[in-house]
Structures are given as C-alpha cells and as structure tokens.
T-cell receptor, first 115, second 116 residues
C-alpha cells in the first residue's frame, strides 16, 4: 500500500472559478478526513467521513464547499466560486475505526492558490 | 472545546544538541489522545507518537522521547542528538474521546532548524 494520495498537488485558479480535489485513502481505512492549513498555522479540521457517510462538518466549511465520498472509497472536495481567502493547503487523512485514538495518516496535500 | 498551544514558534540548534518541544493542551474530556506529527519541507504530515490520557508512563523510542504530565496538561517532546534531517515543523495534536470521529485539534507548530 502506498499511503494516502492526493491530486492535484498544486492548483492555481482565478477568483470565482470552481476547483475539485481528490483524495485516495489507505485502502483498508474507513475513516477519511479533510483539513485545511494556512501558512504558518496548524491544520484545521473541515469534515470527515465514515465509509460513505459524512458525519461532521466544521463551521469553517462554508456553503461553497462540498465533499463527497461515493462508495466509501476516494473522496472529493469541491470549492465553488473560489475566493482569495481559500488559498491554503488542503490535507486529507485516513484512519481505521474501532480503535480509539488511532492515528491518522496524511496525504501530501493539495496547495491551492487563488489569484 | 479543545485547544492546543505550542508557545515556541521556532527553535534553532546545532547538530547533536537535544531539542525539547513544549505542548500544553485543554480539554474537558476525561479520556483523550495526544499526538506529535512532523511536517518536513515536502509538506506531508508524518505521525511520530501517540499517548492516551490514562497512561502517563513516559517512553523513549530511538532518539525520540516524551514527557506527559496530566497534572499540568503538558505533553512535551524531545529529540536527542538532533540531526539536520530533523529540521521540520512539529505539531502537537489532541483528540478527545467525545470529538466526532476522533478529529484532531492541532497546535500552531514549532519550527525546528538543525544546523550542521
């Protein structure tokens, strides 16, 4: 297994455009998380899935953000009508359920720059 | 609410010196988990260690050791005999048992620069 992968690694877009990111978790992990990290800060939780169900969304996740995880495998995070404030690193992580406090394994992230 | 504070923003050392990173946390959960992650310049967060709240035994793993003190809500991390490859940003994180999906709350990170 090659770990968590994310695509693309970098995305530059103009304000107002829509962008979509993909995350492929570790294959046997049924929990998948999205975090956002701005420059010089720690990651902040956005949302998470258990299998295909999205169970919690942070208040950071405005209506312009939507995440899906069809069939409980890969996940997509879409940002509509991007704003300059959306510029950040978007990190995906996965973990196993059933084990309290199990560590989350992170992907390399997608760095978004909104011009 | 959960909160993690890393007061040190940057630490610079010379190779082979020891480095201790401070972490203070706040949570109302009686059971929780604490983590340290490393973020090298490549950007990918790498899991280092985990400690649960009901086990205050401090441990050593290779060049890494940690000091968990529940009484002071601190979870400090030490790199012994630092190497240039240890240069990275280190994050302390907390997951309360009541936190949905065991989501992580991260501190602001401490940048460690190890000079040759």
């Amino acid at each position: 297994d090659t770990g968590v992968s994310q695509d693309p690694r970098h995305k530059i877009t103009k304000r107002g455009q829509n962008v979509t990111f993909r995350c492929d978790p570790i294959s046997e992990h049924n929990r998948l998380y999205w975090y956002r990290q701005t420059l010089g800060q720690g990651p902040e939780f956005l949302t998470y899935f258990q299998n295909e169900a999205q169970l919690e969304k942070s208040r950071l996740l405005s209506d312009r953000f939507s995440a899906e995880r069809p069939k409980g495998s890969f996940s997509t995070l879409e940002i509509q009508r991007t704003e300059q404030g959306d510029s950040a690193m978007y990190l995906c992580a996965s973990s196993l359920t059933g084990t309290q406090g199990s560590e989350q394994f992170f992907g390399p992230g997608t760095r978004l720059t909104v011009l | 609410a959960q909160k993690v504070t890393q007061a040190q923003t940057e630490i610079s050392v010379v190779e082979k010196e020891d480095v201790t990173l401070d972490c203070v946390y706040e949570t109302r959960d009686t059971t929780y988990y604490l983590f340290w992650y490393k973020q090298p310049p490549s950007g990918e967060l790498v899991f280092l260690i985990r400690r649960n709240s009901f086990d205050e035994q401090n441990e050593i793993s290779g060049r890494y050791s940690w000091n968990f003190q529940k009484s002071t809500s601190s979870f400090n991390f030490t790199i012994t005999a630092s190497q240039v490859v240890d240069s990275a940003v280190y994050f302390c994180a907390l997951s309360g048992i009541k936190a949905a999906g065991n989501k992580l709350t991260f501190g602001g990170g401490t940048r460690v620069l190890v000079k040759p």
